[in-house]
């Protein structure tokens, strides 16, 4: 069974950094999309970042220039380093991961159990 843990979160204040990081475990041999959505109170969930096995990444405009995600391949383990945090950062982080590939099958869409964000003074 494919398992996703967060760690990383807290509480912040603005303008500070936080670094999330995921680990995916689960006799895993590859992962193919590894990234980060978020959920804020009374709104959806939303892409922060993702990062692909080939090294593509995609940035939610509201981030781009404050939020790096990194990767290692070798550990199935994907980072997301917050910095210049702002309060409308505070949300609910979930790791997220597509096309996970085990000795037994592949599994698609994977989230972890999110950990919270908060960014006040």
């Known amino acids: 069974q494919v398992q996703l843990v967060e760690s990383g979160g807290g509480l912040v204040q603005p303008g500070g950094s936080l670094r999330l990081s995921c680990i995916a475990s689960?006799?895993?041999?590859?992962?193919?999309?590894m990234g980060w959505y978020r959920q804020a109170p009374g709104k959806q969930r939303e892409l922060v970042a993702t990062?692909?096995?080939?090294?593509?990444?995609n940035y939610a405009d509201s981030v781009k220039g404050r939020f790096t995600i990194s990767r290692d391949n070798a550990k199935n383990t994907v980072y997301l380093q917050m910095n210049s945090l702002k309060p409308e950062d505070t949300a609910v982080y979930y790791c997220?991961?597509?096309?996970?590939?085990?000795?037994?099958?592949?599994?698609?869409?994977?989230w972890g159990q999110g950990t919270q964000v908060t960014v006040s003074s």
């Open positions: 689960g006799n895993i041999f590859s992962i193919y999309t």
């Open positions: 990062l692909t096995h080939t090294g593509n990444t």
């Open positions: 997220y991961a597509d096309q996970i590939i085990t000795r037994a099958t592949m599994y698609s869409d994977y």
